[in-house]
């Protein structure tokens, strides 16, 4: 007869490969190994209520809630039109402004799909106009968007903070450094590519009166990150109660200082972002069932004595880890990740040494390349229904910008201080 662990693993595995949607293949793989094991089936339910029932994780809807609001509201536009101003001329400025946008949304959203959509559509066009490529343009908004889930604040942060106990708010001051980091190495390869391709600035100078008057126009939006980000920091309030206010800003810029958030508009922006809140959370409930039943079974301990026969060197474990999570990233959801992995490999890498936050950090950025990876890349998804490419076409052109946010992820493995600097200033 096989054995519960057994169960739960080919289970999980078959389902996986037939297609199942992965948080029903994640809940059917926990039920087997339940029936197996003889413990009632009312566990799975338990373990659901109980993985919801956050008051940290009362952010994630709220913050979905948000980036759609400020989507809808013309806060990206104009964000947008502040990175064009400073970079549009360089040569591939249009890529360039797309990352430095992304990078300022990313402040306020929190999610990378958001990210792309509320960037994407309108850069993508934008750049195409200008003769950069369809599958180009669709690549850079793609990765671009992987930025929203590593510069605060971050959803699988919040959920990683909730699953592991570490601190939500060291792990955004955390995500600091590695998000510039990791957009400055696409900038660098926009740069480069775009020079091969011939794709030119907008041919205007550089003017302070224009980048001031732009400026001016975003004051709102640019905002928006210095109150959500500030607050927690500086105190005032808890990042769950940051993400509320950021719906509360979101919806008043919006509907009275920019006027373009419509009373029309908000019932669709609440369905939408109800629709991903809803499916987030049936993914939480059942891999958190299956994270209690992995950890209830003894796993973690096995694994670690598996890695730890390997080795004992923490970088190599690091190493080996980290390309499991960049495999499993191919087929699997970014928060399934955080939360089946996590409490998985963090007692083995607490046994030798390090820092959880560090781990927090790669592991996240890990999920982001997974985001731009097929067959389950969501950013891909979000890119080619902008863009109107195959999702073949939109996988083959990112696939630099994979690479070089894989050498970025090695980097930060090898050198900690990158995510860890400001958190150690902080403590």
Known sequence: MLSAPLVLGIVLILCLLIGVPIAFSIGIATVSALFVGGVPASFIAQQSFTAVDSFPLMAVPFFILAGALMETGGLSKRIINVAQEMMGNITGGFGIVTILASAIFAAISGSSPATVAAIGSIMIPAMVARGYSKDFASAVAGSG??????????????????????????????????????????????????????????????????????????????????????????????????????????????????????????????????????????????????????????????????????????????????????????????????????????????????????????????????????????????????????????????LPFVLILIVGLVIMLFVPWIALVIPNLFS
């Open 145 to 398: 968007g992987g930025l929203g889930i590593v510069i605060p604040p971050s959803i699988p942060m919040i959920i990683y903070g909730v699953v592991t106990g570490v601190s939500i708010g060291d792990m955004f001051l955390a995500g600091f450094v590695p998000g510039i980091f990791l957009a400055i190495l696409m900038v660098i390869l926009i740069y480069f590519m775009a020079k091969k391709r011939g794709y030119k600035g907008t041919g205007q100078k550089f003017s302070f009166k224009r980048l001031a008057k732009a400026t001016k126009d975003a004051f709102w939006a640019l905002m928006a990150p210095v109150i959500i980000l500030g607050g927690i920091y500086s105190g005032v309030f808890t990042p769950t109660e940051s993400a509320v206010i950021a719906v509360v800003y979101g919806f008043v810029v919006g509907l009275f200082v920019y006027k373009e958030l419509k009373w029309k508009d908000i019932p669709k922006t609440l369905i939408s972002s109800a629709m991903i809140t809803g499916s987030v959370m049936i993914i939480l409930g059942t891999a958190t069932g299956f994270g209690k039943l992995v950890t209830m079974y003894q796993i973690p301990n096995k694994l670690a004595e598996i890695i730890l026969g390997v080795s004992d060197n923490k970088y190599i474990v690091l190493l080996l880890i980290t390309a499991l999570i960049l495999f499993v990233g191919t087929f699997m959801e970014t928060l399934s990740i955080i939360i089946i992995l996590a409490p998985l490999f963090l007692p083995v890498l607490t046994q030798l040494g390090v820092n959880p936050i560090h781990f927090g950090i790669l592991l996240v950025v890990g999920a982001e390349i997974g985001m731009m990876t097929p067959p389950l890349g969501v950013n891909l998804f979000v890119a080619s229904g902008i863009s109107g490419l195959s999702i073949e076409k939109v996988s083959k052109a990112i």
